[in-house]
């Protein structure tokens, strides 16, 4: 008997910030669902680490060191992937962004510069790129998927420029949507919450523990129902997750 088909064989999957945290766990997943994937991310060795742990059956995958601030550098990637696989992604995950915390008194300009160039910034460049050379194949498809964040909605305590991004992320990504539908690509953005990722490690325990307790979230405006709780393997610095999916003109993109 055949084996199934998976769900994403034959796609073509470029995922940035693909060396840590969700962008890892998104190239794993595309992966076992059989998809190739181009893991991107401006750490050589972190993306070549993702890279060994991505499960292969026909599909090819490759790793690509970008800058996505650099649109040199965001060109020459979707150029270099074009000759690699004959085909641009159809599918472009954008993961890559920072954290640069600090209370807005405090806030250095560098900073909020700093975290606004490669979470907006990059997410724009990216998208804007993928999209161009989609239009240019004639593919008539195509899926641009943005990681945003509940902060990006409800605001957060030492994340001024953090949450001015995200925001602008989800804004961004609803622009793209209304744009692109005539060309038959998608636009989405998913906003999660405290994932237990390399950024969230970065966190003082002080604010780990209100956030598992709750409290933090009351602060930010969300109801404990809306949680899913995500401690079942006993990690002690796991947060709860809390992922929403923003709707982003997807009634255009049908
Ligand atoms: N409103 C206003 N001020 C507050 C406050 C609040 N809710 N909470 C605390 N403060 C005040 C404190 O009272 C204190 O005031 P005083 O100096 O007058 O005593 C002041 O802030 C300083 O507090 P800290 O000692 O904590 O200050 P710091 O400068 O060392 O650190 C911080 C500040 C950088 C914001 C630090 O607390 C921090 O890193 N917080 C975590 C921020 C956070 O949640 N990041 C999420 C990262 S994960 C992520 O972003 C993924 C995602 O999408 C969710």
């Keep these: 008997m055949a084996a199934p088909t998976l769900r994403l ?50 599909q090819q995958h490759s790793v690509f060191i970008t800058d996505v601030t650099s649109s040199k550098s965001v060109h020459k990637l979707v150029a270099d992937i074009q000759m690699q696989f004959s085909r641009p992604p159809c599918v472009a995950v954008n993961c890559a962004g920072i954290t640069v915390d600090g209370l807005l008194l405090k806030m250095q300009e560098e900073a909020f510069d700093q975290v606004l160039k490669v979470n907006l910034k990059g997410t724009f460049l990216v998208t804007q790129t993928v999209a161009k050379a989609l239009v240019a194949s004639g593919a008539k498809k195509g899926s641009i998927i943005n990681v945003g964040s509940i902060v990006g909605k409800v605001g957060n305590v030492g994340q001024a420029n953090y949450t001015a991004s995200k925001a602008g992320v989800v804004a961004l990504t609803k622009s793209s949507a209304k744009e692109l539908a005539r060309f038959g690509i998608r636009c989405n953005t998913i906003l999660p919450g405290f994932i237990d990722t390399p950024m969230v490690a970065k966190v003082p325990q002080k604010v780990l523990d209100t956030v598992r307790s709750g409290r933090r979230l009351f602060l930010l405006g969300i109801g404990r129902q809306q949680l899913h709780h995500g401690s079942q393997s006993g990690s002690d610095r796991r947060a709860f997750h809390v992922t929403f999916k923003q709707s982003t003109g997807s009634r255009e993109n049908k």
């Design 9 to 58: 064989s034959s796609r073509l999957a470029l995922v940035t910030g693909g060396g840590s945290g969700i962008g890892r766990a998104v190239c794993q997943r595309f992966a076992k669902d059989g998809a190739s994937v181009a893991v991107v991310d401006i750490d050589e060795g972190a993306a070549t680490e993702t890279l060994r742990s991505l499960s292969s059956d026909q």
